[in-house]
């Protein structure tokens, strides 16, 4: 396989769909997430009616109907959730094993993401964690979490 088809996937024949993490992009309510995650920052869409946290990001407010929506620079920093390590892989783009956070945000919401640097025997619930960015190529960037500094 070549290295440019790791970015794609082929469901039926002659129809190709881009890689799963590119998925993200696609949907219009995220795509200001993805431009801050682009510029290497970590930002929350809020409810401008009630301040309830929208994420993923929506266009109305599940607390108030207000379809008013901010997007509000996130601390970057949380704790481990969860995590689960996958021994094979689903796709080429996914080196076995891998391991798949989820981090509670100090802001509240919950992500979904992947450990930069932590060894699978250091990671706990509770662990706190800060955001990270990672270049993949001109048009993706990715957010991962790394142990805090102390
Ligand atoms: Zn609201």
């Known amino acids: 396989m070549a290295d440019d088809d790791a970015m794609t996937v082929t469901y039926t024949p002659g129809e190709t769909v881009p890689h799963p993490a590119l998925w993200g992009v696609l949907y219009r309510s995220s795509t200001p997430f993805w431009e801050a995650v682009k510029e290497h920052e970590l ?23 207000s379809q008013e929506t901010e997007w509000v620079q996130a601390s970057g920093r949380g704790k481990v959730a969860s995590w689960a390590t996958y021994p094979e892989s689903p796709h080429p783009a996914f080196v076995a094993p891998y391991t798949v956070l989820l981090v509670e945000l100090e802001e509240g919401p919950r992500l979904v993401s992947n450990p930069a640097g932590i060894d699978a025997g250091q990671l706990a619930v509770g662990l706190d964690v800060e955001v990270v960015f990672e ?16």
């Open 43 to 65: 930002k929350l869409q809020r409810c401008a009616g009630c301040g309830h946290w929208l994420f993923p990001p929506r266009p109305m407010c599940p607390q108030c109907q």
């Open 135 to 150: 270049d993949v190529d001109d048009d993706l960037t990715l957010f991962k979490f790394r142990e805090a500094a102390a």
